[in-house]
């Protein structure tokens, strides 16, 4: 094999390492995230939160987006309401979509912090840090409303500095 042909994909592995060192991470993370949650009982509020998915979830109807018994939007309940549909709308179901959402938000805030630092050690090490934060883990692997607008702010933001809202 021809050292020079290799080249190319050695200069996008090492330009991309902490991005795939990232993944990495977050992969092994959500794998041991999801052996101790599929296990767990109902959290605090998910149990109405599941409640209020498949009241969506059951015969949608715009009276009930007007008339739910929630302080928070209906935007996360109708997108977990969707995912219920297609996958199931068990506590385990709607977790493994909680797992997929926060996912996007950590890369999505990868990227973001990698833009504006010019850094992507910098985003690297931010990142971790709001993984591993105590509040995020929760909101990691439950079924809570926080991360699907975390992740929206952390696009807007991303549109906003980008100049492409």
């Not at 928070?72 to 997929?100: M, T």
Request: aromatic share 20%; net charge positive; glycine share 4%.
């Amino acid at each position: 094999m021809n050292v020079n042909s290799t080249m190319p994909l050695v200069k996008t592995i090492n330009r991309y390492r902490w991005f795939f060192l990232c993944c990495l991470i977050l992969f092994l993370f959500d794998i041991v995230l999801w052996h101790f949650v599929r296990q767990m009982p109902y959290w605090g509020d998910e149990i109405h939160f599941v409640g209020t998915i498949q009241y969506f979830g059951h015969d949608f109807s715009w009276r009930k987006l007007v008339h739910y018994n929630e302080m928070s939007a209906p935007l996360p309940f109708l997108l977990y309401a969707g995912w219920g549909k297609v996958v199931g709308f068990e506590l385990n179901d709607l977790r493994l979509f909680s797992l997929v959402i926060s996912a996007v938000t950590y890369l999505a805030f990868f990227g973001f912090v990698a833009e504006s630092l010019k850094s992507q050690k910098a985003a690297f090490c931010c990142t971790l840090f709001l993984i591993f934060h105590p509040y995020m883990v929760g909101f990691s692997a439950l079924v809570f409303t926080d991360m699907l607008p975390i992740l929206a702010s952390i696009l807007v933001l991303y549109a906003m500095r980008s100049n492409q809202p």
